[in-house]
T-cell receptor, first 117, second 112 residues
Framework: DVKVTQSSRYLVKRTGEKVFLECVQD?????MFWYRQDPGLGLRLIYF???????EKGDIPEGYSVSREKKERFSLILESASTNQTSMYLC????????????????FGNGTRLTVT | QQQVKQSPQSLIVQKGGIPIINCAYE??????FPWYQQFPGKGPALLIA?????SEKKEGRFTISFNKSAKQFSLHIMDSQPGDSATYFC???????????FGPGTRLSVLP
């Protein structure tokens, strides 16, 4: 079974702090993703990475950055946390396969609920 | 064009009922349509998925119906159980599988 592990279930940070959210997957997946989940808005893509040291902006990258130094690890960084970044953050991974995407679903971690006060 | 619309926002059914959740998309490049199920405190998990070359797919009590011309797809849960109470997300992606677009979710409650 694919396991995607997020380092923290709950985090409370102060406005202006630099925040690191860590994610590790154990299935040698090429693709890794960070989503933000808010009630009524579904899951919105912040950033994704399809290879080590590669990153692509998603739909809502403002205020965030990412780092992928190793294939299994994908970090989300809030450079200066703000209250509107209070949310549930979900990491996911998938295999690139050979373009047969229906065999490459997203596998999610259990999320990090971040509160910025 | 990247949006996936989903309805209803919430749904309450009695045990044994057949809840139906509907989704619609605009981007004709989408060619993979998964449904995810999320329980409280957990991340979403893949439930069932369909490609546009078939009109229906069944896995156990879960069925996806797909209408390519209308760009709509729906999830039916047969003989629903209280354990099916969860939030359901439809999604869509293109052949590169690197940009999954999600609907806003449907919170389903199945009453005993």
């Amino acid at each position: 079974d694919v396991k995607v592990t997020q380092s923290s279930r709950y985090l409370v940070k102060r406005t202006g702090e630099k925040v690191f959210l860590e994610c590790v997957q154990d299935m040698d997946h090429e693709n890794m993703f960070w989503y933000r989940q808010d009630p009524g808005l579904g899951l919105r893509l912040i950033y994704f990475s399809y290879d080590v040291k590669m990153k692509e902006k998603g739909d809502i990258p403002e205020g965030y950055s990412v780092s992928r130094e190793k294939k299994e690890r994908f970090s989300l960084i809030l450079e200066s946390a703000s209250t509107n970044q209070t949310s549930m953050y979900l990491c996911a991974s998938s295999s690139s396969g050979t373009g047969v995407t229906y065999n490459s679903p997203l596998h999610f971690g259990n999320g990090t609920r971040l509160t910025v006060t | 064009q990247q949006q996936v619309k989903q309805s209803p926002q919430s749904l309450i059914v009695q045990k044994g009922g057949i809840p139906i959740i509907n989704c619609a998309y605009e981007n004709t490049a989408f060619d993979y349509f998964p449904w995810y199920q999320q329980f409280p405190g957990k991340g979403p998990a893949l439930l069932i998925a369909i490609r546009p070359d078939v009109s229906e797919k069944k896995e156990g009590r879960f069925t996806i119906s797909f209408n390519k011309s209308a760009k709509q797809f729906s999830l039916h849960i047969m003989d629903s159980q209280p354990g099916d109470s969860a939030t359901y997300f439809c999604a869509a992606t293109d052949n590169y599988g690197q940009n999954f677009v999600f609907g806003p979710g449907t919170r389903l409650s199945v009453l005993p």
